[in-house]
């Protein structure tokens, strides 16, 4: 197919090597684009997939791609080294909180959450499958006057949560971006779109890291002062509730939020990236 259309230019994440190599052989450009902060080791692990490739008798496109363009989404103040390394040539691209779609709104009962304040609370829709941890949370919740709007993600039927009081709004699904401007603090599995998405709005984190690449996100949060963080072990009723009021009063968390906020507002979006990237390539 690549032989056939030839594109100007290919796009593949950090860790997917297929379509580099098939660029590769076919002189067409390629480039990285990020998905949140970098991940430690990351070079290593391409490194080792480069091998596999090279031992398949396909090309290690590995130096090429460090060459190549990285487009990144993470803010600098939220990427751990502060850099794109081992990427030479780090390209800005501001990340965006989500689609809202035609006719996508909230639904009825979000108009009557009784209190001026609202927890945004998700676990995504991979880490999701795990009800005693949206228990957890909604527990500890109830220590604070705020409302909680929970997306469950797939899977997941709203009945294993049972009852819930007139403060708490239980959904499978609801546009991210469309709520995230209603809502003054974010709990969540930190994967790399809800820790953007959150920050976009410049609001304050309760990071919950389930797995794969969250422990890294949720560190890179908590070091930029953005967030507070509990592991799987510590995530009780008692702990949420804590490290919640945490999230809510401290002013500095906050107001490193919106510096974040402000930092993703100045980098340069799609159109503008998009046609760098082709002129370039």
Do not use: K
Request: one cysteine or more; hydrophobic letters at 45%; glycine letters at 8%.
């Amino acid at each position: 197919m690549l032989a056939d259309r030839r594109p100007d230019l290919i796009v593949h994440d950090n860790l997917e090597l297929g379509a580099p190599a098939a660029a590769e052989v076919l002189g067409i450009p390629h480039i990285t684009h990020s998905y949140g902060p970098i991940v430690p080791g990351t070079d290593m692990f391409s490194v080792v997939l480069g091998r596999t490739l090279s031992a398949a008798d396909l090309p290690d496109p590995i130096e090429s791609i460090f060459r190549a363009p990285y487009v990144d989404i993470c803010p600098p103040s939220l990427q751990p080294s502060g850099s794109s390394a081992p990427w030479t040539r780090r390209v800005a691209l501001r990340p965006e909180p989500g689609e809202i779609h035609p006719g996508d709104e909230l639904p009825a009962g979000f108009a009557d959450l009784p209190h001026p304040r609202t927890i945004y609370l998700t676990l995504g829709t991979v880490m999701n499958q795990r009800p005693e941890v949206f228990r957890a949370v909604l527990a500890g919740c109830a220590d604070h006057r705020v409302n909680v709007v929970t997306t469950l993600g797939p899977g997941v039927d709203p009945a294993v949560l049972g009852p819930q009081p007139a403060n708490v709004l239980v959904a499978s699904y609801l546009p991210q971006a469309l709520v995230l401007e209603h809502c003054t603090a974010v709990v969540s599995q930190v994967g790399a779109g809800t820790m953007l998405g959150a920050l976009c709005f410049g609001l304050p984190q309760l990071a919950l890291p389930q797995g794969t690449d969250q422990p890294h996100n949720a560190a890179a949060l908590v070091a930029s002062g953005a967030g507070i963080a509990l592991a799987p072990e510590e995530i009780t009723p008692e702990a949420i509730a804590a490290s919640l009021g945490r999230v809510l009063t401290e002013p500095g968390i906050r107001s490193r939020a919106a510096a974040i906020s402000a930092e993703i507002a100045e980098m340069p979006g799609a159109d503008a990236v998009l046609e760098e990237l082709v002129a370039s390539s």
